[in-house]
């Protein structure tokens, strides 16, 4: 099994909701990734966790509230966005710290807020 | 990340190899090759990795040049499902963590 589940895989929200992405892989990785993905630009990334622990955030606003309540799960939690946050979202996975280890990505939901 | 440099697009024949060029001329030596592609709306689908030797696997080959500052990746015989945007990404890992990093790639149109 190489799969990373996403779901929703559409969402549309207002700018005053309060709203959750979830990711779940069962392969036993170890790093799990959030990438946003604008209309014709390749995915950039908002945040790794490593052994469920948040190792990296590259500047991400706080309306994004990532989240890894296990090893399976990757939570991202969504707050008074705006209309400019309309994305693909990607969630990856791979395993554990090594750079000899691909990563799975799943295949995303789309944000739109309103 | 090391900074890759990919042609915009490229068209392909269906059938015929297709060639898709990545330069990486500032790659460490603990820096591997990734190579990546989206099929439109979908999310990005792994197709090989190396460090410094050639690779091959079922979907696809990598050759490395020898001093490392290039590399190819070769669909043997291209389809109309194989159009889609193709991604070269050098990794490292550093004391931060384990992270790929997506430059612009390569837009891969199949023709008939």
């Known amino acids: 099994d190489t799969e990373v589940t996403q779901t929703p895989k559409h969402l549309v929200m207002g700018m005053t909701n309060k709203k959750s992405l979830k990711c779940e892989q069962h392969?036993?990785?170890?790093?799990m990734y959030w990438y946003k993905q604008k209309a014709k630009k390749p995915p950039e990334l908002m945040f790794v966790?490593?052994?469920?622990?948040?190792?990296i955030n590259e500047s991400v606003p706080s309306r994004f509230s990532p989240e890894c309540p296990n090893s399976s799960l990757l939570n991202l939690h969504l707050h008074a966005l705006q209309p400019e946050d309309s994305a693909l979202y990607l969630c990856a996975s791979s395993q554990g710290q090594g750079a000899n280890t691909e990563a799975f990505f799943g295949q995303g939901t789309r944000l739109t807020v309103v | 990340d090391a900074k890759t440099t990919q042609p915009t697009s490229m068209d392909c024949a269906e059938g015929r190899a297709a060639n898709l060029p990545c330069n990486h001329s500032?790659?460490?030596?603990?820096?591997?090759v990734y190579w990546y592609r989206q099929i439109h709306s979908q999310g990005p689908q792994y197709i090989i990795h190396?460090?410094?030797n050639n690779e091959t696997n079922e979907m696809a080959s990598l050759i490395i040049t020898e001093d490392r500052k290039s590399s190819t990746l070769i669909l043997p015989h291209a389809t109309l499902r194989d159009t889609a945007v193709y991604y070269c990404i050098v990794r490292v890992v550093d004391n931060a963590g384990n992270m790929l990093t997506f430059g612009g790639g390569t837009r891969l149109m199949v023709k008939p």
């Open positions: 966790y490593s052994y469920e622990k948040l190792s």
């Open positions: 500032t790659i460490s030596g603990n820096e591997y």
């Open positions: 392969m036993g990785h170890r790093a």
């Open positions: 190396g460090l410094k």
